[in-house]
């Protein structure tokens, strides 16, 4: 919509409503009011500017969505440059705030008034929205149409927020108050023409989305040499909090707990592995921990390639038993969703079994800054109780601060909000019920009439050189591989069996070890369990849900009894309602690694026709994605 037509809007009191309309198209719900508000006034002060400086014709995206992300931005100004006649866009960061000050001196995080907790600095946040779109629109590509950013404190005066401009400037980052309107109006007429600006918007919406940087592809890099990701919002304020943390706690002689908090494809291990690439580089004492086998060696092999020095820096959460008191300045604990009562188990010394210590407190007690990131929906098995509210327990018997950022966007499943919140509802884990899935453009979501249809839609994607997996429920025997080192198709559904992933780390025939199912092109042809999907994301995921999870009188119930899981064969030890909760978080974790679509199997007749009502596209996947490039296989962990 034109500047002028914004304008129209905001003054027949229509404008919220509006852009609400936009909002609930793109993510199945609409804003709360205190979201429309800030739209009504925000929006309107940006839409007079625009047109008291003549630009009445440029286009205004509002609430514009980033590709492959569920992160939007208050607006993209699109036009023609009045000095090339090129396509322009200026990507601009509306906020009310009134007063702000650095945030216990730090350069990249403040503090602002009324609001709790340290915020991002707006110049590093409309920077970072500028960087990730020149990486991943092809419109963009090779410095053509170069993006622009500021960020409009339109209620702020210079000396209420003289902090912010000890920041440098660039031209993705500048800073304007109201104050400063003038300088504003002079540099938007500098950057943009008098003339429609439809052409240009048209050019931006329709642009071509380059494939997702992934991490592991990218892990050693990140170690070694410098960052290759775009942290963007909560979790760009995440990251500087750790490394403001660490100064901190250095001068102060005080430890300080971080806690990141967010869903599946919310980022949480690329802040991991960004962080510990920056402290690594720093030479500051870090390691990184899981309680996840595969995720472990994987980062092993991909990560610490070439290095013993970097594959040590990679451990398991039952590691630090006896480790000095501070003898890290960071340890990052990723999946802390996964920590255990204990690090004791059958290997473990007697001696240290007597002074077994609670393992959230061995991890706490290790490093002057301790950070945990996790997903309370991801606890798959039972003994397993990392959450924030047990981490903030443990903090306060022993008189310590907590940080805790919460992570809200969604960086897989095409960036789909809609979707992810479709299958907290379709298993009952928020919300009143299931709900219709419609599409929304982003996601692609398909019923399988059969495990042959599955594989062989997904054989297709993996040929094309994208990734592709098959899990399942826990819902088949796990059989030894035979003498003749061949692995048993354990997973039979009717004429079609497929094996399980190999069980131990060693590869069998070409199969890949256990921990490198999901990332190793040979890992498609096995079924991955829980244990090996969790923690990774792939292009296309298959998904067959097993006897454990059908539908009966219109709502999906669990079936304990049909697991084979050896983990909920005691009823004395997983009470029928823990075990009703793993399941259902397990087929949430299963539901949640693919990238650009996936592909549901049901083994049960009157499950799969309560699945086809509930599945019922109506609007197509509308990304446009650059192809990869022949043979190239891309891995990946978020």
């Known amino acids: 919509m034109s500047a002028a037509g914004l304008l129209r809007l905001a003054t027949e009191g229509t404008l919220a409503e509006r852009v609400n309309e936009q909002v609930r198209m793109t993510r199945g719900y609409g804003a709360g009011q205190a979201e429309r508000r800030s739209w009504s006034r925000s929006l309107s002060v940006l839409a007079q500017d625009l047109v008291d400086a003549g630009l009445g014709q440029v286009e205004v995206l509002a609430e514009y969505q980033l590709p492959l992300t569920s992160k939007r931005i208050d607006a993209v100004l699109a036009g023609v440059d009045p000095r090339t006649g090129a396509d322009s866009f200026v990507v601009v960061e509306l906020k009310q705030w009134s007063y702000a000050t650095a945030y216990e001196d730090s350069r990249t995080l403040v503090a602002v008034e009324h609001v709790s907790g340290p915020r991002l600095h707006p110049g590093e946040q409309v920077a970072g929205y500028c960087t990730y779109l020149t990486d991943f629109l092809g419109v963009l590509d090779e410095g053509h149409n170069p993006v622009h950013g500021l960020a409009y404190l339109h209620n702020a005066v210079d000396r209420d927020v003289s902090d912010l401009f000890d920041r440098p400037p660039t031209e993705q980052s500048l800073i304007f108050t109201k104050q400063r309107r003038g300088q504003l109006l002079d540099y938007l007429r500098e950057r943009l023409a008098p003339v429609p600006g439809a052409s240009a918007a048209d050019c931006l919406l329709s642009s071509s989305v380059r494939p997702s940087k992934q991490l592991l592809s990218h892990a050693a890099t990140e170690l070694k040499e410098r960052s290759n990701f775009v942290l963007l ?71 610490g390639r070439g290095s013993t020095r970097l594959q040590a820096m990679f451990k398991y959460f039952n590691s630090f038993m006896d480790a000095e008191r501070n003898g890290f300045d960071v340890l990052i604990c990723d999946e802390a969703h996964r920590i255990r009562e204990t690090s004791v188990n059958r290997y473990t010394q007697k001696a240290k079994r007597d002074v077994a210590r609670p393992q959230i407190e061995e991890l706490i007690a290790a490093a002057r800054v301790p950070v945990f990131l996790l997903d309370e929906h991801q606890v798959v098995k039972p003994g397993e109780l990392g959450s924030v509210d047990v981490i903030s327990s443990h903090a306060q018997k022993l008189g310590l601060t907590v940080e805790v950022v919460s992570l809200h966007d969604q960086y897989r499943c095409g960036g789909s909000e809609v979707y992810e919140r479709w299958v907290l509802e379709l298993l009952g884990l928020t919300g009143d019920g299931p709900t219709t899935w419609q599409g929304d453009g982003r996601f692609d979501l398909r019923l399988a009439g059969s495990p042959e249809e599955m594989e062989s839609f997904l054989a297709d994607r993996q040929q094309s050189g994208e990734t592709a997996r098959i899990s399942a429920g826990y819902c088949w025997p796990w059989s030894d591989p035979r003498p003749d080192d061949t692995l048993v198709a354990d997973v ?147």
């Open 233 to 303: 919002g909560e979790q760009r304020v995440a990251y500087e909090l750790v490394l403001h943390s660490v100064e901190r706690a250095r001068s102060a002689d005080h430890k300080r707990i971080v806690v990141v908090a967010g869903g599946p494809g919310s980022g949480k291990s690329v802040i991991a592995l960004s962080v510990l690439g920056e402290l690594a580089r720093q030479q500051r004492g870090v390691m990184h921990a899981t309680g996840s086998r595969s995720f472990t060696q994987t980062l092993r092999r991909y990560a």
């Open 492 to 638: 039979q559904l009717g004429a079609w069996s497929r094996p399980w992933n190999v069980k131990s780390e060693r590869s069998v025939g070409d199969a890949p070890g256990s921990a490198f199912w999901a990332t190793d092109p040979n890992g498609f042809g096995q079924v991955g369990c829980i244990y090996t999907a969790q923690g990774f994301e792939y292009g296309w995921s298959g998904v067959i849900i097993g006897p454990d999870l059908v539908a009966r009188d219109g709502q999906l119930v669990t079936q304990r009894d049909e697991s084979k899981d050896p983990a909920f064969k005691s009823r004395k030890t997983v009470s029928d309602e823990e075990a009703d909760l793993l399941i259902r978080n397990t087929y949430k974790v299963l539901l949640t690694r693919g990238m650009r679509g996936t592909l549901i199997y049901s083994t049960d007749p009157e499950t799969r026709d309560y699945l086809a009502k509930l599945v019922q596209p109506r609007h197509r996947v509308e990304t446009v994605h650059e192809p990869v490039a022949p043979g190239v296989h891309r891995v990946s962990k978020r």
